[in-house]
């Protein structure tokens, strides 16, 4: 297993763009991607990670116990829950991408016992034209979630340099359907932090909104590309 965070790389499936991470904060997010990117090419084997490597990483910098434990378990409870996304051609369907009967966390002897489901095991192993690779200290280093999930996207629409998204798909796809009920606060809550932070990973990064009158937003267009690929 890579033991430096600055080289390991996540890679998976497009299809786990299609996935709603429902209530997941931030740091919940990089654990998530960095237990994938240990675990992946491993087929359904059951897997015995170390839990000093998932927080190296994920560059989990605190030390506190009672702060980890509960993130590290949050984070593997919300996998039980994942739904592929309402506009995606499994929309509805559960993800079960971890076996929860063979997942397991001990915290006395620092190990995370895991493997994959079989049904969605290709998440993780079948890296063909459809896959998606990223360096995982370029998604850490964002700090915010929502900046998390368009990098993903983004990532894999790169060739196309632009992505619409209806409003209804981008919040349900930035898990947004409860929160931010008015525009005036998704500009500071929302789109000024994405702007800010994915502007700094593109020569040419931006967005504009689609309206139907009476200014009714009815879509998110955002534009992205670099002059050197």
Sequence with gaps: MNNNYEEAIVEYHKDLNDVVFKDFKAVELNLFFAICTLIKNNDTKDIILDISEIKRIAQYKSRSRKRFEPDLINTIDKTKILYFSEYSSMRGQKINLFDMKKTVVDFDEKKLFISLTSRFSYILNDFNEH????????????????SKHL?????????DEQ??????????????????????????????????????????????KILKQPQRV????????????
């Design 163 to 208: 992505y619409t998204f209806s409003i209804e798909s981008f919040r349900e796809r930035l898990d947004l359907n409860e929160k931010y009920p008015y525009m005036k606060d998704m500009d500071r809550r929302v789109f000024k932090m994405i702007n800010e932070e994915l502007g700094t990973y593109y020569d040419t990064f931006k967005f504009e």
């Design 151 to 159: 990098y993903r996207i983004f990532l894999q629409y790169e060739d």
């Design 218 to 229: 009815v879509g998110i267009k955002y534009i992205f590309y670099n002059k050197l690929k």
């Design 131 to 146: 896959s998606i690779a990223f360096p995982i200290s370029q998604f850490i280093n964002l700090q915010s979630i929502y």
